[in-house]
């Protein structure tokens, strides 16, 4: 927990769960001028976990150990874990993206003044929708886990209405960005043409590649690299930027889940955008 002076350019990505953030590391991946392997937890004051980074970024445990002990702070350990992925992936610059980094801004860029903030928004009431239908991981016996455990609408509710707050804090920095889930998939190379111009990145084309799999499944716009989809079957389940996930909520949420929602996210989805009176 000791100070850091990091100069790094890092490009942290955060927001609430299920609100689009792995779809945009995926796409941040396939540019070559950017890193962006699992999600790492770094960022979280206190939370090195070396089980999963070790499985997740290729790099063996005893050489994570070797690197923490050496390391002066947690910010010294990110930043030796950024240098060689970076090596190993022969890419100039690292991206990470997990949730809650949108939670502990205050910390990161109090070590990294020169990072960028990339918070990524989406309709609440398809996050709830989809948070609650989305098992927890747990790292057991050195593989990730998934287990159901599911929790009240209210929860869900609240959760995203605190993640969007804690963002929404920073929207005078120029080191922070907001992007809609909706753009993305909408519009998806004039968004992240923008979002790169941002982070002083240029656009390519090869991040819009067309996944033949996903295409064939039913999606419409550029894809990305395709995966084993789960039991849900949606195209966008392995990775397709595809508008198949938008609204959900008006065929997934029933009348009752909509008044617990619309009285604790209501006036937030309303200052969004996302919600007027006609909309519930």
Known sequence: ??????TARHVIIGGSPRSGTTLLRRTFDRHPGLCCGPESSLFLPGRV???????GYGIPEAEL???LSASASQGAFID???ARYQAL????RWTEKTPLNIRHLDWIMARWPEARIVHVLRDGRDVICSMREHPERRWVDGRWVMQPNPRPVEEYARRWVADTAAGMRWRADRRYLEVRYEDLVRQPETTLAAVLAFLGE????????VDPAATAAGASVPALPASPAPASGRP????????????RWQRDLSAADREVVK???????????YATGSDW
């Open 49 to 55: 976990a070396i089980g999963p980074l070790a499985a």
């Open 89 to 92: 992936r022969g890419r100039p």
């Open 65 to 67: 150990r070797g690197m």
């Open 236 to 247: 966008d389940a392995g990775g397709a930027i595809t508008t198949t996930s938008m609204g």
């Open 202 to 209: 240029s656009f390519d084309p090869a991040l819009l590649a």
């Open 1 to 6: 927990m000791r100070p850091h002076a990091g």
């Open 263 to 273: 009285r604790i996210a209501g006036a937030r989805l309303s200052e969004l955008g």
């Open 80 to 82: 030796a874990i950024a």
